[in-house]
């Protein structure tokens, strides 16, 4: 009994930390977001006046990531709604890449209300753009998918961009699939890809009924793929 106590109170430890990272942002915005609503409402109006359109889009934008962020505090959501978040994100980098970016959605509308993890998919781009794409002098793109296979969800991020090399891949791969002490946590933050956070958190949440992998070459880009294995309604 003593020694299940403590895993349980491990995991629920482990759980908070990376929760905590994966909203540090929004946990700092939240000293009066109804004032930044209310600024960036203002910033927008004057734009429109002013009829500079992607002014008014970015602000837009960054809008609704802070809301999703700040207002959003559940564990899970609908894919649909992590997936306007990515798109509210990748519109203020289409906007700073000049048009040189592009990001193709290939969702299963039949996987669009299965719940996962908040905060999951859009690391995964910003992964994409800052490790991948940028750079480039013509861009590059980036590929968001969603099926259901089997009885597993699999959300895939692809990108064109600078790749890893295999000796590379196979060292994060193995990284990610190690469960780091608490410790670890906290110093994990400079991982070059990031990604040890989300499969903590998916680990945490689903078990051995969850995964993450990337695959890749370099020149060719990378793929990351998340995989949860779904479960009946009720449980």
Known sequence: MMEEINRLFNEVFLLGIQEREAELSALQSQINPHFIYNTL????????????????DMVTALGKLLRYTIDKVDRRVPLQEELAFVQSYVRIQQVRYDGKLEVIYDIDEAVTEYMIPKLVVQP??????????????????IWVSALKFADELLIIVRDNGKGMAQAEIDELNESIARQPSSEALRCHAGDRLGLNNIAQRLRLMYGEGSSLSVDGSPGQGLAVTISIQLQPKGE
């Open 41 to 56: 409402e203002s910033i927008n109006m004057m734009a429109v006046r002013q009829k500079h359109a992607e002014v008014s």
């Open 124 to 141: 995964l781009v910003e992964n994409a753009v800052y490790h991948g794409i940028e750079g480039q002098a013509d861009g590059g793109v």
